[in-house]
């Protein structure tokens, strides 16, 4: 299982995507500005993650899903050709398990028009993220199921217990205190970047640790 802003990837797929759809769709550079500020203050300190979460998938309300996902799969080819978008240790450590047989899946609270580029060129077999409500091909706003927090740790209990494997078998890579639940559900934790409270947990439960490189 492996965490993807900020641990697989260097970036917040979200809020990135955002400031490439908003200039793919037409908006003024002088209403970019202010739209991004206005998706940016959804991480003020004090509002729920979830919260924030939901609010920001409104904005694609009125947009036609296979747009959208057009636009996402640009953006990811954008990324690739000016290089650093993947935490090369921890793809790395994706593509160990890929070539050991193991299924690897990505949990993130992005949405499938950021993922789906990401999931087919590390070749993920499973993707457990943020699901937008779709009627008629248009995205409504709505969001019918969040993957951020103890929703990643459920989501991934519910794959383990339907592939009938271990939990101590399995491994998770993360890099946020929002990880812990998934971290702690398996028996083979990694923890990714310097995040001082997954280090200390890290240091307690003798978890591994890989550096990362992460951006502001």
């Not at 519910?158 to 993360?174: K, M, N, Q, S, T």
Request: charged share 25%.
């Amino acid at each position: 299982f492996f965490d993807v802003d900020e641990t697989l990837i260097t970036f917040k797929s979200m809020f990135d995507f955002y400031d490439f759809f908003l200039d793919a769709v037409g908006h003024s550079p002088e209403e970019q500005e202010r739209l991004r500020a206005d998706a940016r203050s959804l991480l003020r300190p004090g509002m729920p993650r979830q919260q924030g979460n939901r609010l920001f998938y409104r904005r694609f309300a009125g947009y036609a899903e296979a747009d959208v996902a057009a636009h996402g799969l640009a953006w990811f080819e954008h990324h690739m050709a000016a290089g650093g978008v993947f935490n090369e240790d921890v793809l790395a450590a994706l593509r160990e398990h890929t070539a050991a047989g193991l299924t690897t899946v990505l949990v993130s609270g992005s949405f499938s028009a950021c993922l789906d580029p990401i999931a087919t060129y590390v070749g993920a077999d499973v993707t457990l993220c943020t699901g937008l409500e779709v009627r008629d091909g248009v995205y409504t706003g709505e969001v019918l199921r969040t993957m951020i927090g103890d929703a990643k740790a459920a989501s991934a209990r519910e794959l383990i217990e339907e592939r009938g494997i271990p939990a101590a078998d399995c491994h998770a890579y993360g890099d946020h205190t929002s990880d812990l639940d998934l971290l702690r559900l398996v028996g083979h934790p990694v923890v990714v970047g310097d995040n001082p409270d997954l280090v200390a947990e890290a240091e307690r439960g003798g978890w591994r640790r890989l550096a990362g490189t992460l951006v502001g």
